[in-house]
Structure formats: C-alpha cells, structure tokens
C-alpha cells in the first residue's frame, strides 16, 4: 500500500481543513486506517483511525468532537475534516495504513504498516 497526503496548508484558528490521503494497492480496502500528527520536537500522536468498512471510529482526545475521520473505498481515500483548529493543531499529519487490524482499531502507531510522507498543517493564533 502506497499512501499520499494533501489537504495541508495554512490556517487561522477557528477555521477548518480537509487532508485526504490517496492509497494505492489492493489491500487499502480491507485494512484499518489511521491519521498521526506530529509538531516539532514532539513525539508522534494518534489523532483518529477507522475501520476498513468506515463502521467503527476511534479519536485521540485532544480532537474528538472536532475532527472526523471517514473513507471512501471506491476512491481508495481516507479524509480527515479538522474543525475549530487551534494553533496546538500545527503539526505534520500522516495517514497509516494497519493491514491486519480486522475489526479491531488501534492507537498504537507501531500497529501500523504503510506510512505517507506527511503533510504540513499551521493554525495560526
């Protein structure tokens, strides 16, 4: 599975954003996919994941109630729309890709296989 994000950009805070990640690969409708972040010197954050029919969801606390996770199998896209953004939001966000999670969502990033290479969301204050 070969994953690419877009969506990224700059932001004030308050308003919003939509990251899509394009898959390619003939697994990306059966695995569980998931959305990290990442902001300088920090470590990496789980943000949101779904399961490979969109039934099931899981947040990281720190965006529940803002962001929302959803897929689009025939497209081979997963979206992350990110409401109410807040300057702790700038990070690098990537999209993953757990090939073997079944029914099952994780948080854990070392559950994931397929890695993007990122891309840049700023929310200025």
């Known amino acids: 599975v070969q994953l690419v994000e877009s969506g990224g950009g700059l932001v004030q805070a308050g308003g919003s954003l939509r990251l899509s990640c394009a898959a390619s690969?003939?697994?990306?409708?059966?695995?569980?996919m998931g959305w990290f972040r990442q902001a300088p010197a920090k470590g990496r954050e789980f943000v949101a994941a779904?399961?490979?029919?969109?039934?099931?969801?899981l947040y990281g606390d720190s965006v529940k109630g803002r962001f929302t996770i959803s897929r689009d199998n025939a497209k081979n896209t997963v979206y992350l729309q990110m409401n109410s953004l807040k300057p702790e939001d700038t990070a690098v966000y990537y999209c993953?890709?757990?090939?073997?999670?079944?029914?099952?969502?994780?948080?854990?990033?070392?559950?994931?296989?397929?890695w993007g290479p990122g891309t840049q969301v700023t929310v200025s204050s």
């Open positions: 993953a890709a757990n090939i073997a999670a079944g029914i099952f969502l994780s948080d854990n990033d070392a559950k994931y296989n397929y």
């Open positions: 690969g003939s697994s990306f409708s059966s695995s569980a």
């Open positions: 779904i399961t490979w029919n969109g039934g099931s969801t």
